[in-house]
């Protein structure tokens, strides 16, 4: 079972390219994110999809955009790279079991993250 | 605000000695979930326990145990005997409910270095 798969795992980019990083989860979750992680802050989200075809802002959402394919993948994108960009991103996914009616069960649910992308900016 | 503080940037300690990473909580609401992640230098992030806010019951899992006491708003986590391969950094988190999505607040993290 690969859980959660993101690629590249390593890249370089000049300031100024625009990449994607690519995500998808097997385990059939509602919920798909993006953290970024940077030395002495811990893990800050950039954004999130509650579900497919929604997404919405987290902390650090400045230079990024994403998308929700379907349910199962969740990319985001870099239009414009800068050196500030360069970080170790983590895709991540938790279940979010939806009640009759499609609204979220009040419960939380573990995250579970993949194992992690490496960017440079130069 | 939530926040989660994980005082202990960075702990060193000798094999099979005994290590508590601590970490302490701030949010408002009554139902939320706490977490203990291990991230090896290989650098994934590995699920290690969740703890509901409604359940105080410390929990033993080989030498890794937590202390959760909701009074101190805090989440402890113990390794005994450590080993070299327990050396990682450790992050503590938060989600809440109440939202469509269980977004994480993670501590910042404690750097564990175990030597032989």
């Known amino acids: 079972n690969a859980g959660v798969t993101q690629t590249p795992k390593f890249q370089v980019l000049k300031t100024g390219q625009s990449m994607t990083l690519q995500c998808a989860q097997d385990?059939?979750?509602?919920?798909m994110y993006w953290y970024r992680q940077d030395p002495g802050m811990g893990l800050r989200l950039i954004y999130y999809?509650?579900?497919?075809?929604?997404?919405d802002k987290g902390e650090v959402p400045n230079g990024y955009n994403v998308s929700r394919l379907n349910k199962r993948e969740f990319s985001l994108r870099l239009e414009s790279a800068a050196p500030s960009q360069t970080s170790v991103y983590f895709c991540?996914?938790?279940?979010?079991?939806?009640?009759?009616?499609?609204?979220?069960?009040?419960?939380?649910?573990?995250?579970?993250f993949g194992e992690g992308s490496w960017l440079t900016v130069v | 605000a939530q926040k989660v503080t994980q005082a202990q940037t960075e702990i060193s300690v000798v094999e099979k000695e005994d290590v508590t990473l601590d970490c302490v909580y701030e949010?408002?609401?009554?139902?939320?979930?706490l977490f203990w992640y291990k991230q090896p230098p290989s650098g994934e992030l590995v699920f290690l326990i969740r703890?509901?806010?409604?359940?105080?019951q410390n929990e033993i899992s080989g030498r890794y145990s937590w202390n959760f006491q909701k009074s101190t708003s805090s989440f402890n986590f113990t390794i005994t005997a450590s080993q070299v391969v327990d050396s990682a950094v450790y992050f503590c988190?938060?989600?809440?409910?109440?939202?469509?999505?269980?977004?994480?607040?993670f501590g910042s993290g404690t750097r564990l270095s175990i030597r032989p």
């Open positions: 991540a996914s938790s279940e979010d079991r939806r009640i009759p009616g499609g609204r979220p069960s009040l419960s939380g649910n573990t995250i579970y």
């Open positions: 385990m059939n979750h509602n919920s």
């Open positions: 999809s509650a579900s497919e075809g929604t997404t």
């Open positions: 949010t408002r609401d009554t139902t939320y979930y």
């Open positions: 703890r509901n806010s409604f359940d105080e």
């Open positions: 988190a938060l989600t809440l409910r109440g939202s469509s999505a269980s977004k994480i607040i």
